[in-house]
Structure formats: structure tokens, C-alpha cells
């Protein structure tokens, strides 16, 4: 069956921040389960691997998976945060003599190839504006609003009849924007706290108490909230209903495409 495997759920900064002490970059810093990588998750098939984001903690999140290789990068957003990972990435090939396969909107490529003009010695990039499949799924892309960080993209998968949704960084979506959401089995949605005290025009992700207004209309079946900030205790026990989790490291997640 396939599975979708969570290699990192923080924020931009991930937990714990370098510069903090607050208790849950302290419990993080102890080892605990508030430690966060940047978010990327691993969506795995019968076809091979597909990687969600390469932030700048790839290599750990390769070493905790015990993966030496990797062949398939799915991008949702040119920020650092979402594609550090990707210089990392091309020195494994060019060690190993292999090549790889970045996927992104067309726009993203133009921020990539700006920010790391070598990339392409190594790495193929295939724009997926109309869409992509990979093993079995039908992967398509739509923009979202990512605040005062301006735009990034979603991606709808469907597989059988199943179909869920990987939304990381993403708020305020428009009436267009939340469509794809409708229908899904599973949603993996961006949360950066439970409630986000800043200023509205200085946000760039939803928080938890908005996210919940976004899933009474969207009514996805089962939800997972990442790219979450230290201002989220993954003990704390939120008030959230029984079919939303906050998801952590390495977990993985079945998708029951009936396979
Ligand atoms: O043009 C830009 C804008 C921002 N960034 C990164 O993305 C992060 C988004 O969250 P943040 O605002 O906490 O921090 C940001 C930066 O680390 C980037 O790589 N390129």
C-alpha cells in the first residue's frame, strides 16, 4: 500500500530556534517530541519515491530514513526553507554519478535556477503546470496565497478514487483556491501555531483556529497539520476534533487507494 512518510514538520526555522529558550525549543533541544525538522514529507510507491519539498535538513531526514539514493523532488515554493536541500541533493549525484528529477511549477524554476544556476548539470527540471502522474497518481498543482510570502503551490493527488491533499504553507485562500480542498480523503495542511497573535498582513500561514474554520467547509476526512512553529507544544492537547492530528517525524501515513 502506498504511504506518505512525514520527514519534517516545522516552520521556516524549524524547533528548536537557535536563538530561543522558550520550554518547547528547550524540550526539543532535550530530544523531545516538540523537535522539528523543516517540512517534507516522502510519498512512497510500488513506482519508486517521490519527495515532497528538499529543505535544508535533507540530509538528516535521508539519514533518518536510512535512504542512501533518492531520484524524485516534488517542489511546492522557491523559499529557502522548501528547497535548501536541493544543492545537497545535486553533490550526492554528482558523487554518485546519478541524475535526478525536480517537479515543479514553471515559475518555480525561474527563483531555483536564479538562486542555484548549477543545479541543472545534475538535476532534470520538469515543469507540472498541466499536471503529472507518478506511480498511479494524478498530481496536479494549484497557487495558493502564502501571505506576505507571496505565492505557493498546493498539489491535489488522486489514485482510485482516493484523494488527498499536501498544502504546507498557504493562508487566507480565496474561493478558487480552496476548491481542490472539497472531496478529499486526507488533507496535510500548514499551521504554524494554534492561534498566530501577529499582525494579519505580517502572516504567511494559517493557524490552527482558522484552519478549523477551513475544514468545516472543506470536510476532508482525515487532516494533519505541519510546518509548525515553536509556538506549537505537540502535547499541549489542542481542542481539535478526532480526525485532525498533529503529525511529528517518521510518521507515516497508509493511503488506501484499495490496491
Ligand atoms: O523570497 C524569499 C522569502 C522568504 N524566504 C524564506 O522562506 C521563509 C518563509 O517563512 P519566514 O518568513 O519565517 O522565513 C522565510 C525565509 O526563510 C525565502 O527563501 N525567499
Known amino acids: 500500500m502506498d504511504q506518505l512518510i512525514f520527514l519534517g514538520t516545522g516552520d521556516s526555522m524549524g524547533v528548536p530556534r537557535v536563538y530561543c529558550t522558550c520550554p518547547v525549543c528547550q524540550e526539543a533541544r532535550s530530544g523531545g517530541r516538540n523537535r522539528r525538522l523543516r517540512s517534507s514529507a516522502l510519498l512512497r510507491t510500488a513506482e519508486g519515491e517521490l519527495l515532497l ?6 540530509v538528516e531526514q535521508m ?6 539514493t533518492l531520484t524524485r523532488v516534488l517542489v511546492t515554493h522557491p ?4 528547497i535548501a536541500g536541493l544543492p545537497e541533493w545535486f553533490d550526492a549525484c554528482r558523487w554518485t554519478r546519478s541524475r535526478g528529477t525536480v517537479f515543479a511549477p514553471g515559475i518555480v524554476f525561474e527563483t ?16 507540472n503546470d498541466g499536471g503529472m502522474e507518478f506511480g498511479g497518481w494524478q498530481i496536479t498543482p494549484w497557487e495558493v496565497c502564502h501571505g506576505k510570502n507571496g505565492y505557493s503551490f498546493a498539489y491535489r493527488f488522486v489514485k482510485n478514487g482516493y ?7 498557504a493562508i487566507h485562500l480565496t474561493e478558487k483556491q480552496k476548491k481542490p480542498l472539497h472531496g478529499l ?5 500548514g499551521t504554524n501555531f494554534y492561534k498566530e497573535e501577529a499582525r494579519v498582513e505580517s502572516r504567511s500561514v494559517y493557524d490552527m483556529k482558522e484552519a478549523l474554520e477551513l475544514l468545516a467547509e472543506a470536510k476532508p476526512q482525515r487532516v494533519y497539520f505541519t510546518h509548525m512553529s515553536h509556538g506549537v507544544d505537540i502535547d499541549a492537547g489542542y481542542p481539535l476534533p478526532e480526525h485532525v492530528t498533529l503529525a511529528s517525524r517518521e510518521l507515516t501515513v497508509s493511503l488506501r487507494t484499495g490496491e
Open 79 to 82: 523559499h529557502h526553507d522548501h
Open 112 to 127: 531555483i535556477r536564479r538562486q542555484y544556476p548549477w543545479l541543472e548539470k545534475k538535476l532534470a527540471f520538469v515543469p
Open 63 to 68: 539519514e533518518g530514513l536510512g535512504q542512501r
Open 53 to 58: 519539498d528538499c529543505g535544508p535538513d535533507w
Open 185 to 189: 480523503n486526507m488533507l496535510v495542511l
Open 163 to 169: 484523494a488527498w491533499a499536501y498544502c504546507p504553507d
